[in-house]
C-alpha cells in the first residue's frame, strides 16, 4: 500500500477553471503536508505548507486539510497555461524530518 | 522561500570516473539536507538523509560506498557518485530542510554517464 496516493492525471482544464489536485496518506501521525510545482526537467518548488486542519489561502492557491479523513487537497483558482506542470503531495512530521511524495499529479492548462 | 545552489547543473563522464556534487543552503543554516534522483516521467526517490557532522543515514537499496556523501558544515552537503556506470545517469536533486519540516529543492544535477 503507497504511503501517499495521488492520481497520477493528466488532468486537463481549460484556462481560467478550478484546478483540484487530490492527495490521501496513510499515516495518521503525520503533522505537516505540502504542495510542490514540478516543471518538466526542473527541481520541485514548494508553493504551499499546511498543518492545521481546514483551508489556507495563498494567491490562486488553496491548500485543504482533513486528517480525520487523512486527506489533503489543492485547489488553482483562474488556472493559466504556466500551471501546467506536475504537483508532488508530500507529507512528513512523523518520518525524523523525511517527507514521503505521492508519485504526482499532472496538470495540463488548455489555452 | 529560502534559497538552495547545486553545483554543477549538468555533467557528462566517462565510465568509472568519480563525480563530486555540492548542494550548498545560501540564506539558512540546514541541519538536514536530502538527496533524491529522478528518472524521466518518475517521481522523487530519496537516497539518503544528510546530517550536519554526522553520518548520512541511506536508504534501503542504496550503496553508500558509491554514493558518499558528506555533510561538513551547516550551508554544505556534496554527493559523490563513485566509478559511475550508464545506469547511474540521473538527475539528482538536493534538498535543505526548514524550520516546520518543509524542505527546499536545489535546482538538480543533470549526470549523464558515457
Known amino acids: 500500500q503507497k504511503e501517499v496516493e495521488q492520481n497520477s492525471g493528466p488532468l486537463s482544464v481549460p484556462e481560467g477553471a478550478i484546478a483540484s489536485l487530490n492527495c490521501t496518506y496513510s499515516?495518521?501521525?503525520?503533522?505537516?503536508f505540502f504542495w510542490y510545482r514540478q516543471y518538466s526537467g526542473k527541481s520541485p518548488e514548494l508553493i504551499m505548507s499546511i498543518y492545521s486542519n481546514g483551508d489556507k489561502e495563498d494567491g490562486r492557491f488553496t491548500a485543504q486539510l482533513n486528517k480525520a479523513s487523512q486527506y489533503v487537497s489543492l485547489l488553482i483558482r483562474d488556472s493559466q497555461p504556466s500551471d501546467s506542470a506536475t504537483y508532488l503531495c508530500?507529507?512528513?512530521?512523523?518520518?525524523?524530518?523525511?517527507?514521503?511524495f505521492g508519485q504526482g499529479t499532472e496538470l495540463s492548462v488548455k489555452p | 522561500g529560502a534559497v538552495v545552489s547545486q553545483h554543477p547543473s549538468r555533467v557528462i563522464c566517462k565510465s568509472g570516473t568519480s563525480v563530486k556534487i555540492e548542494c550548498r543552503s545560501l540564506?539558512?543554516?540546514?541541519?538536514?539536507m536530502f538527496w533524491y534522483r529522478q528518472f524521466p516521467k518518475q517521481s522523487l526517490m530519496l537516497m539518503a538523509t544528510s546530517n550536519e557532522g554526522s553520518k548520512a543515514t541511506y536508504e534501503q537499496g542504496v550503496e553508500k560506498d558509491k554514493f558518499l556523501i558528506n555533510h561538513a558544515s551547516l550551508t554544505l552537503s556534496t554527493l559523490t557518485v563513485t566509478s559511475a556506470h550508464p545506469e547511474d545517469s540521473s538527475f539528482y536533486i538536493c534538498?535543505?530542510?526548514?524550520?516546520?519540516?518543509?524542505?527546499?529543492f536545489g535546482p538538480g544535477t543533470r549526470l549523464t554517464v558515457l
Open positions: 540564506d539558512f543554516q540546514a541541519t538536514t
Open positions: 508530500a507529507v512528513g512530521g512523523n518520518q525524523g524530518g523525511k517527507l514521503i
Open positions: 534538498s535543505a530542510r526548514g524550520m516546520s519540516d518543509e524542505q527546499f
Open positions: 499515516d495518521r501521525g503525520s503533522q505537516s
